[in-house]
């Protein structure tokens, strides 16, 4: 479903992301995983069109979006969960909502996805009308899932999704992360939770210092003594 085909992206004379590839199969959970720093946010940025890479390809589902503007490749079926969730706090859960669906004009179909997402999140349905950023980080980071589901992805984008929250809602946030997979989205996820990320995985790359340095099955990764000793201390 995703190529990404030797991708260098630059801030000004600092190398973030140096000539990077990997792939992202229809139907499967993709993880980066690594440090701090690694490059794994402007990976995601780059292919969902916030940043512009300085070479490399960007393939998704054919066809090359690596100049795209972010609203057409929102619409071609990429959404990203930004790091932070980026929820708009002073709008209310619902008018959240409503503007993850600003690339549709479905009315009747958007109030229904409107209505699926509160059966799939009931936490939001019961506050539905308060402001969001008067809710709990583990509610954000629904609303934050929830609002990029609003824009009927083929691909969900998730960047370090386990990020401030506690352990017994990181356990939740990765069960929703599981079901919507299984419900037939494809996932590429950012995590320094390498853990976490490996037990829902089925594949994952590797990046230190803006390359990926090892790639494989989840299982691979999760066995490499190079990957336990750097990453898979705890989590």
Do not use: C
């Not at 984008?157 to 990181?170: F, T, Y």
């Not at 079901?179 to 995590?191: A, D």
């Not at 994952?204 to 999760?222: D, H, K």
């Amino acid at each position: 479903m995703l190529e990404v085909a030797n991708l260098s992206v630059n801030y000004g004379s600092i190398e973030a992301v140096r000539d990077i590839s990997f792939q992202v199969p229809e139907g499967k959970i993709v993880t980066l995983i690594g440090a701090n720093g690694a490059g794994k946010t402007t990976t995601l940025s780059s292919i969902s069109g916030l940043l512009r890479p300085g070479r490399g390809k960007i393939i998704f589902q054919g066809q090359d979006i690596t100049r795209w503007p972010t609203d057409q490749i929102v619409r071609a079926g990429l959404a990203q969960v930004a790091e932070g969730r980026a929820i708009l706090s002073p709008l209310t859960v619902a008018e959240n909502l409503e503007l993850g669906a600003f690339v549709r004009r479905d009315r009747a179909a958007i109030r229904q996805d409107i209505d699926r997402i509160y059966g799939q999140f009931p936490r939001l349905a019961e506050r539905r009308s308060q402001l969001a950023g008067s809710l709990s980080g583990g509610e954000q980071q629904m609303l934050a899932i929830g609002r990029a589901l609003m824009a009927q992805p083929k691909m969900l984008l998730l960047d370090e999704p386990s990020m401030g929250l506690a352990p017994i809602i990181i356990n939740q946030v990765f069960e929703i992360i599981r079901q919507i997979n299984e419900q037939g989205t494809t996932v590429l996820l950012v995590e320094q939770n390498a853990n976490k990320a490996l037990k829902i995985a089925d594949y994952a790359y590797v990046m230190e210092s803006g390359r990926v340095t090892f790639q494989g099955t989840a299982e691979e990764v999760r066995s490499s003594t190079h990957v336990v000793e750097a990453f898979l201390g705890k989590g």
